[in-house]
């Protein structure tokens, strides 16, 4: 069994930094990747960031500049740095890990687990 828990969430002003963390216990290995997904109220799950074992990164258009997402020696754990936080970042962070390398690493619907998420919420 693994879980994903995400923390570092909570309400900041525009303009405002946050740092989300994720650890991953249970059944521990090396992860594939592991990323930053995020929904907001009525709208579907995005990518925000996502980071392979091997250190590449994606990002989402509308976070870039802004957003850095890392892993920890271990890779078990990952990071997500988010700066010049705006109203439209204002959402549930969900973190995840996809245990294989098939398929794209910015798709979720190739992620294994996921954590419960964290709210974020970036007031104007």
């Known amino acids: 069994q693994v879980h994903l828990v995400e923390s570092g969430g909570g309400e900041v002003q525009a303009g405002g930094s946050l740092r989300l963390s994720c650890a991953a216990s249970?059944?521990?290995?090396?992860?594939?990747?592991m990323g930053w997904y995020r929904q907001a109220p009525g709208k579907q799950r995005e990518l925000v960031a996502a980071?392979?074992?091997?250190?590449?990164?994606k990002y989402a258009d509308s976070v870039k500049g802004r957003f850095t997402i890392s892993r920890d020696g271990t890779q078990n754990t990952v990071t997500l740095q988010m700066n010049m936080l705006k109203p439209d970042d204002t959402a549930d962070y969900y973190c995840?890990?996809?245990?294989?390398?098939?398929?794209?690493?910015?798709?979720?619907?190739?992620?294994?687990?996921w954590g419960q998420g964290t709210q974020v919420t970036v007031s104007s």
């Open positions: 995840a890990a996809k245990t294989g390398g098939r398929g794209s690493y910015s798709d979720l619907r190739w992620y294994d687990y």
């Open positions: 249970g059944r521990t290995f090396s992860y594939y990747a």
């Open positions: 980071i392979t074992n091997g250190g590449s990164t």
